[in-house]
């Protein structure tokens, strides 16, 4: 029974690691890779990890000189220069406690139109993709509700971090902090 429970405890904690990949220490915080961003960034992009980190480093340098190294809270990141993004949940540490870096999702260049994009038109187009006619999706957004609908692979990953986009009365709306560097 002790041998059965050792193992259980090992491929228990084997899956863990799977999941959660400390990929940078910087200004004494970690960055863990919690759903393959990494990956992602790979497939997404044709860019050298190095721009990863290097966008993950401004991002921290961003926490910190505004003064948010302390405080819990959502982002997404976006580099100017190369166009991905990545989405960066700071938060505590569930071992330390301490206040640390968690990402989940790299979005490329063409996903990254959906988070930048201030005005209305990107609404329009979702409500008359889903069979509006133009005058009845702006009708909705000037006055109504309406939450983005993402397409395929990205919808499932929006779900995972529990990112939305959604527009009220004519106001956008997001639950991450979108900060381009």
């Known amino acids: 029974m002790e041998k059965l429970k050792r ?5 228990k904690e084997m ?3 799977e999941y959660f990949k400390i990929v940078l220490n910087y200004r004494g915080h970690f960055i863990a890779d919690t759903e393959h961003s990494i990956d992602r960034f790979k497939e997404r992009t044709n860019l ?5 980190e290097k ?3 401004k ?6 000189n505004n003064h948010r190294e302390s405080i819990e809270d959502r982002y997404i990141f976006r580099s100017k220069k190369y166009g991905f993004g990545i989405q960066l949940e700071w938060r505590k540490d569930r071992k330390s406690g301490m206040l640390q870096g968690f990402t989940a999702t790299t979005l490329s260049d063409n ?6 994009k201030k005005d209305k038109e990107v609404f329009v187009e979702n409500f ?3 069979g509006y006619s133009l005058e009845e999706s702006k009708k909705v957004i000037d006055r109504g509700y309406g939450i983005f609908e993402f397409e395929k692979e990205l919808e499932r990953e929006m779900n995972l971090i529990g990112y939305t986009l959604f527009v009220e009365c004519g106001e956008v709306y997001h639950n991450f902090k979108m900060i381009e560097l």
């Open 55 to 57: 966008l993950l480093k």
């Open 59 to 64: 991002a921290v340098n961003w926490i910190y």
């Open 128 to 130: 008359v993709k889903q």
């Open 7 to 11: 193992w259980f405890t090992i491929k």
């Open 48 to 52: 050298s990890v190095f721009v990863y």
């Open 111 to 116: 996903e990254m139109h959906f988070f930048t």
């Open 15 to 17: 899956k863990l690691q």
